[in-house]
């Protein structure tokens, strides 16, 4: 360890950040920032970042200072044709730099742009959400992570690629290969294991066997689908653009808007729960306020906690020298409940100035495309829960959530009770 660092600030004195698993982490935050801005973990060995000033600080030159760990990690644990499939082939986004990921992130963003997200709130969100809805409303209970939030971004995903989101037998066996794709990942690391990356690149080519009939079928007849644009507009993007791009990207864009904002919407819901005085301003005024709650869920409770980062080259961030291939765990979770940056960090404020201020969605340009997105669908679910179930509340008499998972988190499990036929 360098003098340098000997004279940063170190987690010593209040442990790992990996002793945040399994609890809520709050109090730990509040004491991480005391010890500054970035913070040395030795038990991780990365750097920790706490504050909203200093994650912006790193967003704004994201893609030209900083690369992802994980991907060396992946690179040295995963043959090279599972890390290719895995994430998102050729041209998978989060490999991208430069130009190229400037152009790939621009479809994105404008193919996920409000306007566009608000004519699938009538076509998609609320078709689907009312489906789920429907098949638990007579029972006067549910368990919303499993019957709603884990089964609404992915149908949601394939409404808006032009699969068959209704056909449930389709649907499942697709979110079960999906499933078994994303295994290889585990929390702070990963080793190759050569019979994991077999059965990974297993079922990806089996979810490639189900796509291609419309991926085929979008090439010859075309459409208003997310997969009739990438036949559209790929060739503008990649000179080389192919039908594997095709159906690569269209995998692809399923991990990143299902399982974290299936996530999301769980922490949304717990929070309405948590909060019945809330319900009657929310329902009343719905817009502005609906909005502003949906982004106090996501900051309170972001879906993904940590974010990690590899520094290209020597520089300075919240204060500390961070030198060329050493890492920083970036915490989001962190970051949203800064007082420095939020009034009463740990309330639920609807007035909140600069509500979208948060880092849920990270900062910069790797901003979330889909952020529009992810925000219709906790606003549509939180709305229905209003209108349909208004008296909706936790089951006292089941196991109670907990804070689940350490790099993403969500409520879980929701058992929930409420007048059968549901309206109150």
């Given amino acids: 360890m360098t003098s340098k660092r000997k004279q940063a600030p170190t987690t010593a004195p209040i442990g790992s950040v990996l002793e945040t698993g399994g609890q809520e982490p709050w109090d730990y935050f509040d004491r991480l920032r005391e010890l500054g801005d970035v913070v040395w973990d030795g038990e991780l060995q990365t750097w920790v970042l706490a504050s909203h000033a200093a994650y912006k600080q790193m967003g704004r030159v994201d893609d030209a200072l900083w690369t992802k760990p ?6 040295q644990a995963l043959d090279k044709a599972t890390l290719l499939e895995i994430r998102g082939g050729r041209h998978g986004l989060v490999f991208l730099h430069g130009e190229e990921h400037t152009r790939a992130h621009r479809w994105r963003t404008r193919n996920f742009a409000p306007r566009t997200v608000n004519g699938w709130r009538t076509s998609v969100i609320r078709p689907i959400i009312n489906m789920l809805f429907d098949r638990f409303i007579e029972r006067g209970k549910v368990e919303l992570v499993a019957d709603v939030t884990d089964k609404m971004p992915i149908r949601v995903l394939a409404a808006i690629e032009g699969l068959p989101w209704n056909d449930e037998t389709w649907i499942e066996h697709f979110r079960e290969l999906q499933g078994i794709a994303s295994s290889y990942r585990s929390e702070f690391g990963l080793e190759y294991d050569p019979v994991l990356s077999k059965r990974v690149l297993g079922a990806i080519e089996d979810m490639y066997e189900m796509l291609m009939p419309f991926v085929r079928e979008r090439h010859e007849r075309g459409g208003s689908d997310l997969i009739s644009m990438l036949w559209k507009d790929g060739p503008e993007l990649f000179a080389d653009w192919c039908e594997r ?3 690569q990207t269209a995998r692809a864009l399923f991990d990143a808007g299902t399982d974290t904002t299936g996530k999301a919407l769980a922490n949304a819901l717990f929070l309405l729960m948590s909060h019945p005085e809330l319900h009657a301003r929310i329902l009343s005024e719905k817009g502005r306020t609906l909005a502003n709650f949906a982004d106090e869920s996501l900051r309170l409770l972001s879906p993904r906690v940590h974010s990690f980062r590899m520094a290209e080259q020597d520089v300075d961030l919240g204060g500390v020298h ?28 609807l007035d909140r100035p600069r509500p979208r201020d948060h880092m849920s969605f990270h900062f910069g340009p790797r901003f979330c495309a889909g952020a529009p997105l992810a925000r219709a669908e906790v606003e549509e679910l939180v709305l229905a829960v209003l209108t349909r179930i208004p008296d909706l509340h936790l089951d006292t008499e089941a196991e109670q959530p907990r804070y689940d998972g350490v790099m993403s988190r969500q409520f879980r499990p929701l058992h929930a009770v409420f007048r059968p036929g549901g309206q109150g």
């Fill in 70 to 75: 994980t991907h060396r990690i992946e690179e």
């Fill in 245 to 247: 791009d095709v159906v």
């Fill in 322 to 349: 961070i030198k060329k291939g050493e890492s920083v765990t970036a915490l989001i979770a962190a970051a949203n409940r800064d007082p420095a940056a939020f009034a009463c960090p740990h309330q639920v404020d």
